[in-house]
């Protein structure tokens, strides 16, 4: 996939991870986009914060509930926090923008959400289409809906966005997650409960890479609308025209 330039178009992953979640499924979005012809960067942020950074500095935690807690309020009232950006992540080069975040406290984690409010992002998002996916237990939908907020607020124009979510209930869900944060693996019961696996079930690949295939269809389709209509220019500059959204009912707008 390249324009009549030999330019391939250019996608930016930028994620927040603590257990690996939110990597896996941008490596797997990463792989389905570069084998149709895409360039992609990925950019992991880091949590720098000294408020908080001890504890988020190893994983297992040293407490499943105490470790976390401290985040409750700042989370609750959209806090930011000191971060590290990758490189990748204050270009301006990019066609397509893609965040990945946890669901913290049933908002968009605190690393991520500093990155969209930074002059780095506004510089990134500056009338580029973006797109967003959660992973959490539940809660979902509030978190894509604090992401669109912030890249519209960023000059960003949002797509769509995806979710994937944890196995069992509300509360055997909990349960589960709370376990693999202390023990930093799977058990079968806790506090004497049967519970569910948590994190990614096993066959999140597979709407990952659907997804993604649908991004790569929407930039071909801008790339022929823009030697079309010259609406990019001839030097090899990033793609102007925005992309359509994707053919999928928005995620954000379902019930949880």
């Known amino acids: 996939m390249a324009d009549v330039?030999?330019?391939?178009?250019?996608?930016?992953?930028?994620?927040?991870?603590?257990t690996n979640q939110a990597r896996r499924v941008c490596e797997s979005m990463a792989e389905a986009l570069r084998s149709r012809g895409c360039e992609v960067s990925e950019a992991g942020i880091e949590f720098t914060d000294p408020r908080y950074a001890k504890n988020f500095s190893t994983f297992p935690f040293k407490h499943a509930v105490f470790s976390i807690l401290p985040l409750l309020w700042?989370?609750?009232?959209?806090?930011?926090?000191?971060?590290?950006?990758?490189?990748?992540?204050?270009s301006s080069s990019y066609d397509l923008i893609c965040f990945g975040s946890p669901t913290w406290f049933f908002r968009t984690c605190m690393p991520l959400r500093s990155y969209m409010k930074s002059d780095e992002a506004r510089r990134v998002l500056a009338g580029k289409p973006f797109t967003a996916y959660v992973v959490c237990r539940r809660y979902w939908s509030l978190n894509l809906k604090e992401v669109k907020t912030l890249g519209t607020g960023q000059g960003g124009e949002y797509l769509d966005g995806i979710?994937?979510?944890?196995?069992?209930?509300?509360?055997?869900?909990?349960?589960?997650?709370?376990?693999?944060?202390?023990?930093g693996e799977m058990?079968?019961?806790?506090?004497?409960?049967?519970?569910?696996?948590?994190?990614?079930?096993?066959?999140?690949?597979?709407?990952?890479?659907?997804f993604a295939n649908e991004l790569a269809d929407k930039?071909?389709?801008?790339?022929?609308?823009?030697?079309?209509?010259?609406?990019?220019?001839?030097?090899?500059?990033?793609?102007?025209?925005?992309?359509?959204?994707?053919g999928r009912p928005s995620t954000s707008a379902d019930p949880q």
Request: hydrophobic share 25%; net charge positive.
């Open 163 to 183: 979710r994937f979510t944890y196995e069992g209930g509300q509360i055997r869900s909990l349960l589960s997650l709370l376990s693999y944060f202390g023990k």
């Open 219 to 246: 930039l071909g389709q801008s790339q022929q609308l823009g030697e079309s209509s010259s609406s990019h220019a001839s030097d090899g500059r990033p793609m102007q025209s925005p992309l359509p959204r994707t």
């Open 187 to 210: 058990r079968e019961r806790s506090l004497g409960i049967k519970i569910p696996p948590t994190n990614l079930k096993p066959d999140f690949v597979d709407p990952a890479h659907a």
């Open 74 to 90: 700042p989370q609750l009232r959209r806090k930011t926090g000191q971060i590290r950006i990758p490189d990748e992540a204050k």
């Open 5 to 18: 330039n030999g330019r391939r178009p250019q996608v930016l992953f930028v994620y927040y991870t603590h």
